[in-house]
């Protein structure tokens, strides 16, 4: 296993209650998957990925990575948040090119994947822009080709493509797939929308109140996939219902 979360619980105190976030959650994460957690607003889908990516400890339980306890930030684990990270005082092109810097990559060299991944992300022709002189959603792409541009092991992306417009998510998904696909990479992504979950994961995981596993499906539906086939796809409706319905259950 690649990534494992053991039995955490994860408590917030604040003004002298104690808010319970997850509660005895474990998951085990294989090298190489594409995982997406499915569940609706605060049933603690950031709360887990900050604590996969090691910026937040559980309060007890343990997550390991690569069978090591996990205690701090690993470089190999990439983590896009849903708040905005990017450096206000670089522009696009050396936004993306910091993780290159960071690792030592030559300049010519680091320009060449830079540039590669902002067209690959829509984003040709903003590489001086500045992140305030972005939209919201131009602002998500150039924070994930500065993900990509660091080529992590293991990727923890936060709802990534929920402020885009249909159209630019569809092409997104597709891109991303892409590119993960033959990299050996492993993904965990976070959403609450179903086809998305279903359009990117080898297997979705569907949580409920405080974490609670509602549903764990592997997802065997043919790759490539593109949305236009997906949504008349038979097994792809049955499954749709399917997590429909658990999700359904998070709220009864
Ligand atoms: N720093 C914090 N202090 C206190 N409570 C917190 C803190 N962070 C999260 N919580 C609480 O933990 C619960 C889970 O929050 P979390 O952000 O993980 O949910 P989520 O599933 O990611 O929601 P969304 O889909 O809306 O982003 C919520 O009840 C939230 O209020």
Redesign the pocket.
Known sequence: MSLTADAITKQ?V?DDSA?V?LREFSLDIEQGSFVTLL?R???????LLNMLAGLTEPSSGEIRYHARRLDGPETSIGYLT?HDTLMPWRDVLRNVEMPLEIRGTDARQRREIALELIKRVGLSGFEKHYPRELSGGMRRRASLARMLAGAPETLLMDEPFGALDAQLRTELQEELLRLWQGSGQTVVFVT?DIEEALMLGDRVVVLGSLGAILLDREITLTRPRSADDLRVDPEFVSLHRELAGALKEAVS
Do not use: Y
């Open positions: 917030f604040k808010v976030a569940g607003s605060g049933c603690g889908k950031s709360t849903q609450h």
